[in-house]
Every structure is written in structure tokens, then in C-alpha cells.
């Protein structure tokens, strides 16, 4: 059964950080490219950033790109986001997902279940 278990959401002030991680189990996590997206209440879910499977080929979305990093640690199974000089619109709950090297959600197969970032003002 494969999971992806994401982590390290929480509350954070504008200007803070935090780092996401998305642990995986069940695949071999070195031989899928992924990504992390997001979804914000009344908004359609958006593509933030992807890697190969090899860790190279890290590509952002213009909103996050210079703020947001993306890694993994393929000895640990495990994505992470690492978040910087974040803003209010960055809140949502983010999603980390395997299978596809692409900024469509819908070509990924597998998925997490989501953690949540709000960020306040």
C-alpha cells in the first residue's frame, strides 16, 4: 500500500519559515519524480514546485520561485519544501504527490493526505 505522509504544516507569521516533509512508503520512492502543490478555501488546486527523481530538475511556480526550495532525501524516502519569506497568500494546505514530473495535478498518481499552512499578517 503506497502512502505519502506529509508533515510540518502549522501557523506561522508572514516573514517566518517552515519546512514540509512527505514521507513515503509503500514505492520505490528513488524511482519517482514528484511535487507539491497546494489549495487555498474557494480556490482550485495549484502546482508550487517538482523534482526528479534523481533530485535534480527543481522547478517553482513564479509565485514561490526564490522563496520556496524544493529537496529529497532519497535514503530516507522523504520530500521536503522548504518555505521562506512567507506571505498570507501562501496559506493553504499543501499536498505533496508522486508519478509525474509536471505541473498538473491530475497526471500524478499518488498523493498525500495534505497539512495545512496558514499564514498571518
Known amino acids: 500500500q503506497v502512502q505519502l505522509v506529509e508533515s510540518g504544516g502549522g501557523l506561522v507569521q508572514a516573514g517566518g519559515s517552515l519546512t514540509l516533509s512527505c514521507a513515503a512508503s509503500?514505492?520505490?520512492?528513488?524511482?519517482?519524480?514528484m511535487g507539491w502543490f497546494r489549495q487555498a478555501p474557494g480556490n482550485e488546486r495549484e502546482f508550487v514546485a517538482r523534482i526528479r527523481w534523481s533530485g535534480g530538475g527543481a522547478s517553482y511556480a513564479d509565485s514561490v520561485k526564490g522563496r520556496f526550495t524544493i529537496s529529497r532525501d532519497n535514503a530516507k524516502n522523504t520530500g521536503y519544501l522548504q518555505m521562506n519569506n512567507m506571505k498570507p497568500e501562501d496559506t493553504a494546505v499543501y499536498y505533496c504527490a508522486a508519478g509525474s514530473y509536471s505541473n498538473r495535478g491530475d497526471l500524478y498518481r499518488y498523493w498525500g493526505q495534505g497539512t495545512q499552512v496558514t499564514v498571518s499578517s
Open positions: 509503500g514505492l520505490p520512492f528513488n524511482n519517482y519524480d
